[in-house]
Structures are given as structure tokens and as C-alpha cells.
């Protein structure tokens, strides 16, 4: 069987070195996701009762459109991610909404919504066997048949599409209709850590992870404009006064045996020793090298760590990283440490596993009009 390589190059806005410009897959590419499920919110207040409890705003007069959002906690850490389908349902004439979150933590999160309802109009159920959902991507992906929501997926434009279509209906059961091929479940796992998107407790850790570490505020989920909601105060003083100096992005492991395999396929650099693409490699043997959830990631010249890995599959996965330690972005006046021949080890260096962290577009573009605006404020601030 061949081994099989996704390259995706990378690209550096802030670096005086040519821009590289990721690739996409050459053909659509659909999934089933039986790790993710699906709770039923109808009622008067559903909108009323989102909007105190989620980072986006709930606005009953534009319910065309799927949003994606986070559960906090009191003290402003996540406690779910989700995505929220606007849903009316035929017999009724109340709102409601579609929400999706990982299967895993469906239980707790029906204990959450139900803890909160106090004297709310609302119905909460657990549909998630009556529904299946579907993430397609890659050219022309999304389009699907006897569906009752395709949507963009709103994290990252013209990246992903996500369906729901019902368990009853005959399609769902064998051929969606969906363009392009049907890949295993792995495969959309797989897409998500090249393009740095996390998804459910063991990426995003329940009342762990902050809202803008999980970078939230870049992939669409949160409406800073919005009023009151629980864990506002802590999201709204980190993003107006504080510096994220940490966030989730996509990374890949390799050792110096794998990093001078005989893939010639592989670009890498001068010294041949670390990537230069994030690419995954299925033959790639730092797969059997045993690495748990949060194992510390340290720069060979420092004993602090400036890292933990949060989950992998194979050669590739996603870390909460410092910044300005493990990449080339500048988020406070002062800079950081990162040089381009700094090598970080993951776990006991004695193992020789190292890791390079890769910043998507898409969050190096919001740090480019994030320093934007800090710039204008500035400027602003000195002209009065």
C-alpha cells in the first residue's frame, strides 16, 4: 500500500521570506461524524436563554445562519464548543435551535442547559439518534440531498460544509449523495489538525481552556459586541487589556530519523533537520512513540515549557503553544525568544521526539488586523 502524504505548505506574512500558500484537497471529500451529536432547544425563550449563555450573539431577528460558539463557565473558561443550526420545528411555532457538541459530553451538557433553565419557556431534548452529521470539504463539497441543514461551516470560509440529515431517511443510511468520495472519520481529523481547528474536551479542555486560547475570537465564535452572558467579564478584559500570549495551533512530531526519510517529496530545510511544510505521513514510525494528552513541549535551551500537546494522530497534531516562543508572530511590545534553528522536544528528550508548530492563514491574518488595530488606537491616542 503506498504512503500517503497531505502536503500543506505554510506561509509567513511577517517574515522577510516568500510567502507559501496552503494547498487544498485535489477532490471533495465527505464523512460521517459519529463523535459529534446533536441536542433539540425549542421554545419562547430560546433565544433569550442562548444569549446568557454563549459568546455569540443570539439575535432572533437573524437566525439564517449557523454559528459557532462556546459554553463558559463563572470564571470564563470553556466548558463546551458547539455549533448552533437554527430550527423551527413543523408543528410549532416557537424558535429553536439545532445544537451540536461532542457525544462524549452531551450528558454534562444537557445537565448545564437544564441548570440555567430556572422559569424558561424552553424544551431541551437529546435528538442525537435521530439525526447524523456530515462534514464534506475540498472542491464543490456540501452539496447533499433530502437534508435538513447543509451550512458552511462558519470557523474558516470555503473550508468545510457540515449537513444533518435524519437517521429515518433511507439516504442517510447508505449514500448521502454527497460530492466527491467517502473517507473514514480519520481523514476529517486529519484536515482539521493541518488547518489548526480543535474540536471537543480533548482539544479544547473543559474548564481549562480560555475562549481566545482556543482562538475562538479568530474562527468566528465570539460576539464582542454583545451584552451580559456567563464568563463574559474575564473574555471581554483578556481581549480589550490583556495579550494572548498563548493559542492552539496545528503541529507536526518528527524525529531526525523522519525528518530525513526517503520521501523526497518532503521539502525540508538547509540542515535537513526540521520541516519546513506540515505534511502527514501514515508510515511515519514516531506513530508508535507513546505520547499523552498534555505532555509538556520544552525548547532544547530552556527548562520552562512553552508548550503541551493536546492530541495527535500519527506525525501531526494540535498544541496550546507560547507564541513568541514557538513562532515567528509578535504579540507584545516586548518580543520573545523564537529563533527559525530553535528545536523543541516533546516529552522526555531521551525519546528524541521533537515538534514544530505551524500558524495557519487564518490566524495569522487575524493577528495582522488585531496589530492593525492596536497601531490605529495608538496613533489615535497620540494625536489627543
Excluded at 9 to 26: A, M
Excluded at 82 to 100: T, V
Aim: charged share 25%.
Amino acid at each position: 500500500m503506498p504512503t500517503r502524504t497531505n502536503t500543506y505548505p505554510t506561509r509567513r506574512p511577517f517574515s522577510t521570506k516568500p510567502r507559501l500558500h496552503q494547498s487544498s484537497p485535489r477532490s471533495a471529500q465527505y464523512c460521517a461524524l459519529p463523535n459529534r451529536t446533536l441536542v433539540s432547544l425549542t421554545g419562547p425563550d430560546t433565544s433569550k436563554f442562548l444569549q446568557g449563555l454563549t459568546t455569540q450573539d443570539i439575535d432572533p431577528k437573524n437566525r439564517k445562519s449557523t454559528l459557532y460558539t462556546a459554553f463558559l463557565n463563572a470564571q470564563g473558561r470553556v466548558l463546551y464548543d458547539a455549533f448552533l443550526y437554527p430550527h423551527r420545528q413543523e408543528d410549532s411555532p416557537d424558535e429553536g435551535y439545532m445544537i451540536e457538541v461532542d457525544r462524549s459530553a452531551a450528558g454534562e451538557f444537557i445537565k448545564h442547559l437544564k441548570r440555567h433553565k430556572l422559569r424558561s419557556e424552553i424544551k431541551i431534548q437529546d435528538v442525537g439518534e435521530q439525526y447524523q452529521i456530515y462534514a464534506s470539504w475540498g472542491p464543490g463539497h456540501g452539496s447533499a440531498t433530502s437534508t435538513t441543514a447543509t451550512t458552511p461551516d462558519p470557523r474558516v470560509p470555503n473550508l468545510l460544509s457540515r449537513t444533518i440529515i435524519p437517521t429515518s431517511t433511507p439516504s442517510s443510511s447508505s449514500n448521502p449523495q454527497f460530492k466527491g468520495e467517502e473517507v473514514q472519520p480519520l481523514s476529517y481529523q486529519i484536515h482539521r489538525f493541518i488547518h489548526g481547528l480543535p474540536e471537543g474536551p480533548s482539544e479544547i479542555i473543559p474548564s481549562s481552556a480560555l475562549p481566545q486560547e482556543s482562538n475562538f475570537d479568530y474562527l468566528n465564535g465570539i460576539d464582542f459586541r454583545k451584552g451580559c452572558y456567563l464568563g463574559q467579564e474575564l473574555t471581554i478584559r483578556t481581549q480589550h487589556t490583556g495579550v494572548i500570549r498563548k493559542r492552539i495551533l496545528p503541529v507536526q512530531l518528527y524525529t531526525s530519523s523522519s525528518s530525513k526519510s526517503s520521501n523526497s517529496t518532503t521539502p525540508s530545510n538547509a540542515d535537513d533537520s526540521q520541516p519546513v511544510q506540515l505534511h502527514y505521513n501514515e508510515n511515519d514510525l514516531v506513530k508508535d512513540i507513546p505520547l499523552p494528552p498534555l505532555t509538556d513541549i520544552k525548547a532544547t535551551t530552556a527548562k520552562r515549557p512553552c508548550g503541551k500537546l493536546l492530541s495527535r494522530v500519527g506525525n501531526i497534531g494540535l498544541a496550546l503553544c507560547r507564541l513568541e516562543s514557538m513562532t515567528d508572530l509578535r504579540v507584545s511590545a516586548e518580543g520573545g525568544p523564537y529563533t527559525e534553528d530553535t528545536e523543541f522536544y516533546v516529552g522526555d528528550p531521551a525519546m528524541g521526539v521533537k515538534v514544530k508548530a505551524f500558524v495557519p492563514d487564518w490566524l495569522r491574518e487575524g493577528e495582522r488586523l488585531k496589530a492593525e488595530k492596536r497601531e490605529r488606537s495608538r496613533v489615535e491616542r497620540d494625536v489627543d
